[in-house]
Each structure stands twice: as C-alpha cells, then as structure tokens.
C-alpha cells in the first residue's frame, strides 16, 4: 500500500508550497513526476531537487488556463513516459476582497485558475486513462472553502466548492475505466498563498497579523495549530495508492478538525 511505482503522476502548482511537497512524497514512493507550473524556473528547481534525491521527475511549463498548453504539457508527459496514472490538480491563487469591491477580471482569472485549469488538466489525462483502460486517480485541491464560506472570499469559495461537483461527476463517468477521483480539503497551510493573505486580511479587518491567524484562520481548529504541507501530501499519496473504486468521489478534509463532517 502508497506504492507508486511507476505509475507517472502530474502535479499542477508544484513549484511550490503543497504540490512541491505532494511531488516529493509521490517521487520517494515510486512515482515519476511531472511537477506542471506556470513558474517555469521554480519547476525546473524542484524537478532537480527530486532527481538529486534518487527520483525521477521533469518539468513542464504549463498555464493550467490554456488549453494548448495544457495539452501539449500532458502530451510532452505522455511522449516521455507513454501515459498518465495520477492527475493532482492543485495550481491555485488567492485574491481577497469584499465582493462589492471585486473586479470582474479577479473572478474570472480565479474561476479560470481553479475551475478551467481543473477541467482542462482531467479533460487531458482523462482522455489518455480512458484510452489504456488501466485506471488511474485524480486528486482535486479543494479547502475547507469547498464546503464553507469566509468573508473576502468570494470566487475561492465558489471555485472550491465547485471542485466538488466536477470531482462526483468525472468520479461517475470514469469508474467504467478505473479511475477514481477525490477532493483533498485543507485548513489554513503556512505557505506563499497563506502568507501573502495575513497582511492583507489585517488591512482589511483592521486588526493585528497575530489576530489574523489566531482569530481568523485557527480560531475553530481543535488546537490551534496550521495544517502542514506534509499532512496534505501524505493524504495525497493515499488516495494516489488506494487501488479500488470504494474511495472515490468523495472529499477528506485534512483542517485539524476546523470543519467536520
Ligand atoms: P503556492 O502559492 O505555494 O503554490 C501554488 C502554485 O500554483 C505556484 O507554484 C504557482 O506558480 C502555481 N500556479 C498558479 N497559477 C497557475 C497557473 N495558471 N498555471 C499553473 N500553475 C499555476 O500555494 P499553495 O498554498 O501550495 O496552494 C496550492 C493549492 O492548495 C491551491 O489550489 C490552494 O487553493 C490550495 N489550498 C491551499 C491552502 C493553504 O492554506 N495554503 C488551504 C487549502 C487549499
């Protein structure tokens, strides 16, 4: 069990934060690892870390919005290794704002980001899963925000909770084929995405950047403690591994017990 040998796994967002890490975990159990970002550079650099640890991965440049390159990324994955195993479509942007003060252009480029780029990413490695008929497994970044709301939050919050619904549907139509599909959701996660909100929920609130985390974003956690990339890469790992269609549409919150069930 969380083997991944040779199975090739695609992780959108992994030059950075929670990806990286679900990169990590994926090259040291077996997989080889296409780490897919926009940030061509910071791809490059954690492929090279996975390779200099004894792993196998590549880079590829990928806006998770563009259909062409979207499939031209999974197509270079699929010419070097001849096929997909594992979708985690994770890349993801915060922009916060109240919504009387949203700009049209925020909510599209957060819908874009977070619902095209998942689309578009299942909508390719689906396609080459469907094709072999072994199976395979597809892994949404969701958040706490797929099943509850917090001010400022908008388009995340209604981005995340549609991962869900696209995640019961692809887990319906592609059980005929093996592939299961599943939501991993979140709590607040120390990296670049949650640091740059601290200041800007303190503006926005007009309270201190100690009570942002304090109040805001642990107050309802059992312990007051961050979730961390390591707890949400070893669920990820599970959910790659797990080889039947019993756990599949369904969504695990990993928030120190911020939402439950
Ligand atoms: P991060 O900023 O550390 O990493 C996000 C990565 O996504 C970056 O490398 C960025 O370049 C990439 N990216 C952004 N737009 C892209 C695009 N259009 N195409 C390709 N790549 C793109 O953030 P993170 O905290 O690791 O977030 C990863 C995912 O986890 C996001 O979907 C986020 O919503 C989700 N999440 C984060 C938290 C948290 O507290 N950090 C909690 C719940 C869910």
């Known amino acids: 069990m969380n083997r991944l040998d040779d199975k090739v796994c695609v992780v959108t967002g992994a030059a950075s934060g929670i990806g990286r890490r679900i990169a990590e975990v994926y090259a040291r159990a077996g997989g080889r690892v296409a780490i897919a970002d926009l940030r061509t550079a910071d791809a490059e650099d954690a492929a090279r870390a996975i390779r200099d640890?004894?792993?196998?991965?590549?880079?590829?440049?990928?806006?998770?919005?563009?259909?062409?390159?979207?499939?031209?990324?999974?197509?270079?994955?699929?010419?070097?290794?001849?096929?997909?195993?594992?979708?985690?479509?994770?890349?993801?942007?915060?922009?916060?704002?109240?919504?009387?003060?949203?700009?049209?252009?925020?909510?599209?480029?957060?819908?874009?980001?977070?619902?095209?780029?998942?689309f578009l990413t299942t909508r390719e490695c689906l396609r080459d899963m469907e094709r072999r008929g072994e199976g395979g497994a597809i892994i949404y970044m969701g958040s706490v925000h797929s099943h509850l709301a917090s001010k400022l939050k908008a388009p995340y919050v209604t981005a995340k909770h549609g991962l869900l619904g696209l995640c019961r549907t692809v887990a319906k139509e592609a059980a005929a084929y093996g592939v299961r599909a599943n939501v991993i959701c979140p709590g607040f996660v120390r990296t670049p995405l949650v640091e740059k909100q601290i200041p800007e929920q303190a503006k926005e609130f007009g309270i201190s950047e100690e009570a942002v985390v304090r109040?805001?974003?642990?107050?309802?956690?059992?312990?007051?403690?961050?979730?961390?990339?390591?707890?949400?890469?070893h669920v990820a790992l599970t959910l790659a591994a797990f080889e039947t269609n019993a756990l599949t549409g369904q969504s695990l919150v990993v928030s120190h017990g911020w939402f439950m069930h």
Do not use: P
């Open 53 to 118: 640890a004894g792993g196998e991965a590549m880079a590829v440049a990928m806006d998770v919005t563009d259909e062409a390159q979207v499939a031209e990324g999974i197509a270079a994955v699929v010419a070097r290794w001849g096929k997909v195993d594992v979708l985690v479509s994770n890349a993801g942007i915060q922009i916060v704002n109240k919504l009387t003060d949203f700009s049209l252009a925020d909510w599209k480029r957060m819908l874009a980001i977070h619902l095209d780029g998942a």
């Open 215 to 233: 109040d805001i974003m642990l107050r309802d956690t059992v312990d007051g403690e961050f979730t961390t990339v390591d707890d949400v890469a």
